[in-house]
């Protein structure tokens, strides 16, 4: 299960709160999601501190939304690991 939360300020970039595990179906839902909380010349914020498991087909989303400008604000080393991330 995944749960997906806006936790956004009107004065900041788009950030959803992800918990629980990314996998399955959720990775489409997650895509889907982002896409919805795009805003021109504004890039989706995640937090993904609360993440436990991801899979490779949730491995290649988070990759790819990086790719296209995404920012990690918070994640576990489990997860930084996974994306090659350095823990800041």
């Keep these: 299960m995944l749960r997906i939360h806006d936790v956004s ?4 970039a788009p950030t959803l709160r992800l918990e629980g595990k990314l996998m399955g ?6 895509r ?5 909380q795009a805003r021109p010349l504004e ?3 995640l937090d993904l501190s609360a ?9 290649k989303l988070l990759s790819d939304l990086i ?8 994640c576990s ?4 690991e996974l994306l090659h ?3 800041g």
């Design 9 to 12: 300020d009107a004065d900041q």
């Design 51 to 59: 993440i436990t498991f991801v899979d490779a087909a949730g491995a």
């Design 67 to 74: 790719r296209q400008g995404t920012q990690i604000i918070a």
């Design 43 to 45: 890039c989706v914020r």
């Design 85 to 87: 991330m350095e823990k």
């Design 32 to 36: 889907d999601t982002c896409r919805l």
């Design 77 to 80: 080393g489990y997860v930084a």
């Design 25 to 30: 179906l959720w990775v489409d839902v997650l």
